[in-house]
């Protein structure tokens, strides 16, 4: 998805998206940023040799748990802090709230974070990319 059309992404109230300066001198402090935010979104049908009395195709059983990832960029000053905020959410191993315009679309409020990669970038002090692949929090 372009980053272009994410307003505002939140992973637990720290936003992904973000760029912060020093005020009317317009120094840049902070960017995070996106470069990826993709849905794997699959239904739930039983296998085609069950049969069904009906019309012999699968009935719906309702879908997955969605699986979601997220690449960014996190530069600046707060870089390390903020890379120390996502890896606290990720050790908790509990739900966090995730905000963004195509989770809202369907519905999905909460998720875990499953994985959590965060790569320094060469010869750049303040400068991170991270990979997050977060799963569907479904109350049971």
């Known amino acids: 998805m372009d980053s272009a059309s994410e307003k505002k992404v939140t ?5 992904l998206i973000l760029k912060k300066t020093d005020g009317p001198k317009t120094f840049i402090q902070a960017i995070r940023s996106l470069r990826r ?3 794997d979104h699959n239904r739930r ?3 085609e040799n069950t049969g069904n ?17 997220i690449e960014g960029d996190i530069l600046g000053e ?10 606290k959410k990720y050790l908790k191993g509990k739900p966090v709230e995730l905000v963004s ?4 679309e369907y519905g ?7 994985e959590l990669s965060i790569n320094s970038v060469k010869g750049r002090p303040y400068s991170f990319q991270y990979a997050l692949r977060l799963v569907e929090y479904i109350e049971s």
């Open 108 to 114: 999905i409020n909460k998720v875990i974070i499953e």
């Open 78 to 87: 707060g870089a390390h802090e903020t890379i120390g905020e996502l890896r």
């Open 101 to 104: 315009k195509l989770s809202l």
């Open 45 to 47: 049908v039983p296998d």
């Open 11 to 15: 992973l637990d109230g720290l936003d």
């Open 53 to 69: 009395s009906f019309d012999g195709k699968g009935k719906d059983m309702g879908r997955h748990a969605t699986k979601i990832t």
């Open 37 to 39: 935010l993709d849905m």
